[in-house]
């Protein structure tokens, strides 16, 4: 029992954040209705922003920017999420029903996550400026990205006012990175920040964490409206489906990266930022097609969180 107990210490320490990732997820998918009183009241854009700026705090981006690995990773990872995304999305949807094959590609086809792609490439040891820069990028020329390739796979433009949306993305991201970084030219800031980064990143990974548990508890209510029209084998098969294009757009950032000459952490901000996908846009998107279509977008952000943490944690293991 003495041997067993700083094992398993050791283990909560290493694995704290999956152990609670899984248990909001499970919360959320259980009792949905008890959790929403709390969800729906809680003002996600600034959740959204206090991420931003407790990541891009422990980020001198200017200095970071000023390195070749750092823009060719975010150009590779821009590039992965919004060109080859896409049409692999619609190809992994042919063999679903409809409704979900267009959510298929709205998934696909949506931008970066708004933050937990830097926090996850800097819980891996990568290059969280890189990350940053792609969520900036990808968020803001969604309102053309988007309306693009679902007019062109799905067959109908998305129903989504996205000039409002580039408003609040610049609200949400953009201004909380301006922010930290104008506060990082004062050297005694720069200093606190550098002394804490753990702690930071620590406390922005916590606000992913409640932001996961917002998105799974509306992820779950529109589930169980929607969710009885959808075979077993259907639930099936998008899962994989949604895990398969996650990885292979995961594994397919890492190889160009390589292919380009750039370093490890590098490499894991294109495979990190150019494979995670936002659920807050994708649920906008899809709703217009169908209850149905926003499935795979809510799969895809379950599976996305899961899988990388996995990862990254092996990532940082190894390196």
Known sequence: MNVGAPYLLGTLRRQWFLITLAIL????????????????????????????LLTALGVNLRAAASHRGTWVA???????????????????GRVLPRELAIGMIVAASVPCTLAS??????????????????????????FLVLPFWTTLLAGAAAEANFAA????????????????????????????????????????QCGVLFMVLVGAVEASLKTR????????????????MVAAVHIALAVLGW?????AGLARGDRLATAIAGSQKTLAVGVLVALPYGGLAVLPMIAYHVFQLVIDTVWVDRERRRA
């Open 25 to 52: 997820l499970l919360g959320a998918f259980l009792a949905p209705a008890r959790l929403a009183p709390i969800t729906e009241q809680t003002p996600t854009g600034w959740v959204v922003a206090a991420v931003m």
């Open 74 to 92: 975010a150009l590779l990872a821009i590039a992965v999420s919004t060109l080859a995304a896409p049409p692999l999305g619609w190809l992994s």
């Open 117 to 142: 792609a830097a926090v996850w490439t800097r819980r891996g040891g990568g290059n969280e400026a890189a990350a940053l820069l792609v969520s900036i990028a990808t968020n803001l020329l969604c």
């Open 165 to 204: 949306l580039a408003w609040k993305l610049l609200g949400w991201v953009v201004a909380p990175i301006v922010v930290s970084q104008a506060a990082r030219c004062v050297p005694a800031v720069s200093r606190w920040c550098d002394r804490r980064r753990t702690t930071l990143g620590m406390a922005a």
């Open 225 to 240: 409206s929607v969710g009885g029209s959808v075979r077993p084998a259907d639930w099936l098969l998008m899962i994989l």
């Open 255 to 259: 190889f160009a990266a390589g292919w």
